[in-house]
Every structure is written in structure tokens, then in C-alpha cells.
């Protein structure tokens, strides 16, 4: 029983990541811009007070290396921009969006939420709210399962 439940929590969490990308890939196509910037944009529209490279990296679970390289790029393009009042320091200035950045977020939003509500059809909302309150309590105990055992494995060597 505990292992059929396994397979089953591993299968559907892969087979929902897996169709959240190949969705995500068509819309950022659309959209142009590339699919991992996708996220940290709606991110930046949630906070408008600006998000700091790593900030990003945490909230977006990507690598603090992967937002240096692609922050650029929506830099570069006038979807963002540091706010150079945060911090004098380059590496601790938060970005904001520019207009043109807040426009696409703003696209990208009602993306997210016509979506969001396509795939919660025919669930009851009192069902999604357990759904959504049990997920995040799994992200919670996996991060923090994952962090101990990254620990254990620098502790070896």
C-alpha cells in the first residue's frame, strides 16, 4: 500500500511538472521570452518593492548562478531594472519591472490564472484549498528533507 502510494505521488508530481513545462514552454514562445524567465517576472509583479538576485533564486527555486546569468537579458530587453535606491552595492540592489516588464507580468498573470482555473474544473473549491494547503506542507517537508540530506552528504566529504 505505502509503495503503491509512492509510485503514485511520484508519478503524478512528475507528470504534472512535465506538463506545467511543455505548457510554459508554448506560452513563452508566445510571449518571447524564455520559459524561466516566466516566473521570475510574475514574481517581481507580486512584489513590487523589487527582489534581489538571490531573493529570486530562492523564491523561483533556481540557481543563484542561473538568475546572474539570465538577469542580464531581462535587463538588457527593458523588462527590468536594479533599483538603485535599495542598496549601493551592485550584487544587493533589488530589480523591480519596468513598465514594459510590468505589461508582460501583468499578460502573464492572466495566463497563469486562466490556466490555473482550467486545470481546478470540476474540483470543488473547499477540495483545492485542502489540495493547496496539504501541497505546500509537502514542499515544506521535501525542502526540508532535501536540505538535511545535502548536509549529510558535505558533512561526508
Partial sequence: MEQERFEDFASAIAGLYRDIQRIKARYSQQLDVRSV?????????????GLTA??????????????????QELTDRGLICPDRHTERRRYGWKFILTPKGEDLA????????????????????????VFYRT?????????????SLGKDHHDEG
Fill in 135 to 147: 501541497l505546500h506542507t509537502l514542499l515544506t517537508n521535501f525542502d526540508r528533507l532535501a536540505d
Fill in 106 to 129: 501583468r499578460r502573464i498573470g492572466s495566463i497563469a490564472l486562466d490556466i490555473q482555473t482550467q486545470a481546478g474544473q470540476d474540483i470543488p473549491p473547499e477540495d483545492l484549498a
Fill in 54 to 71: 538571490s531573493e529570486l533564486a530562492r523564491k523561483g527555486k533556481s540557481t543563484r548562478a542561473l538568475v546572474s546569468r539570465e538577469i
Fill in 37 to 49: 524567465h516566466v516566473f521570475w517576472l510574475y514574481l517581481l509583479l507580486a512584489h513590487p518593492q
